[in-house]
């Protein structure tokens, strides 16, 4: 049986983000990376997944805001995934009251940066809490600047958008049943890794790898743990 292997980016992020996973996912399937566009939902970049591959066994993987992209896909086509694998994410919605108003203020003062001086010198007041420290001077750091500097404030204005009022995937954890890996790095200030073992505890039979090493970005911070983690993971999903 074949399977589709889509690949989810997060937030600012293009196919550079799996670039290093690509290779060893496509020995065991078709690998397709989204293009967010301008939608500025979740529940619109899912669907726009759905539409943009065919088949019913579909090994959905999804890092950072991807990973709510992926839940968004399985709360819509659960018959369609094959299996799951949720890296550097969350699953709750934006907090109520002061906690909720401060992560929106904070987004919107790094809007403001983007627009006024530039997406790289946005990413230059972003990117250190996205990776391990010991990375700040690396050929990685420049590559999430490069992948950061593509994009454009428009964009990242409907992806804010879709962050701020992203659904609560809370209840959809325990209708999961497919095979599902989740992953984090170590070291991971946005997306910590004990939001990663309540997502373990809630989702029946899944698995969790931790990414020693690695913040937020460990698909490109350690990129052949990650590999090994997803090849396992889809090996796993495909009942190989």
């Known amino acids: 049986m074949t399977h589709q292997i889509v690949l989810l980016p997060g937030l600012l992020c293009d196919d550079a983000v799996w670039a290093d996973q690509r290779g060893a996912l496509g020995a065991l399937g078709d690998c397709f990376v989204p293009d967010y566009g301008m939608r500025d939902s979740l529940g619109a970049m899912a669907e726009l997944v759905l539409e943009s591959v065919s088949g019913d066994h579909l090994l959905v993987a999804g890092h950072s805001m991807g990973g709510r992209v992926a839940l968004e896909v399985f709360r819509r086509a659960p018959e369609r995934v094959a299996g799951l694998a949720l890296l550097d994410t969350g699953y709750t919605p934006r907090a109520a009251g002061e906690a909720g108003e401060s992560e929106r203020a904070q987004r919107l003062r790094l809007l403001e940066l983007a627009r006024t001086e530039g997406m790289r010198a946005m990413g230059n007041a972003w990117a250190p809490g996205m990776v391990n420290a010991e990375r700040h001077d690396s050929a990685v750091y420049e590559a999430v600047l490069d992948m950061i500097e593509r994009s454009t404030p428009d964009k990242f204005a409907a992806q804010i958008r879709a962050l701020l009022d992203r659904p609560d995937a809370t209840a959809l954890l325990g209708e999961i049943e497919c095979p599902t890996m989740i992953v984090c790095g170590r070291d991971d200030q946005w997306s910590p890794l004990a939001r990663h073992e309540e997502m373990h505890a809630q989702i029946r039979?899944?698995?969790?790898?931790?990414?020693?090493?690695?913040?937020?970005?460990?698909?490109?911070?350690?990129?052949?743990?990650?590999?090994?983690?997803?090849?396992?993971?889809?090996?796993?999903?495909?009942?190989?």
């Open 205 to 240: 039979d899944s698995k969790l790898r931790v990414i020693e090493r690695s913040g937020h970005m460990c698909t490109m911070e350690q990129p052949n743990d990650v590999t090994a983690v997803l090849v396992e993971w889809a090996r796993w999903a495909s009942g190989l």
